[in-house]
């Protein structure tokens, strides 16, 4: 099994950025996808995730309407677009797959977000 995050970096305030997960190993389309993610002093939270079919999606607050979640079944991939980024935002993420009580987390993609 492997979950392997890309399209982290630097932006400014304001930038954007879409964080991609590529899965493999198991039944992508039975797991329902998230993207988590730790700021420096922070715990592990919860961003957004979608469906295992992706008729639904769920935001953490402080990224509605800013934050984009999105799955290819064909393609076994999640993205996350991120738009109107904040200092805030500044975190590792990490993606993940749920189903049941199984779990995979995949190593993470910084994303940093200053002037």
């Known amino acids: 099994v492997q979950l392997v995050e890309s399209g982290g970096g630097s932006v400014q305030p304001g930038g954007s950025l879409t964080l991609s997960c590529a899965a493999s190993?198991?039944?992508?389309?039975?797991?329902?996808m998230s993207w988590y993610r730790q700021g420096p002093g922070t715990e592990r939270e919860l961003v957004a995730s979608?469906?295992?079919?992706?008729?639904?999606?769920n935001y953490a607050d402080s990224v509605k309407g800013r934050f984009t979640i999105s799955r290819v079944n064909a393609k076994n991939t999640v993205l996350l677009q991120m738009n109107s980024l904040k200092v805030e935002d500044t975190a590792v993420y990490y993606c993940?797959?749920?189903?049941?009580?199984?779990?995979?987390w995949g190593q993470g993609t910084q994303v940093t977000v200053s002037s």
């Open positions: 979608i469906s295992s079919g992706g008729g639904l999606t």
């Open positions: 190993g198991f039944t992508f389309s039975n797991y329902v």
């Open positions: 993940s797959a749920r189903r049941v009580k199984t779990d995979y």
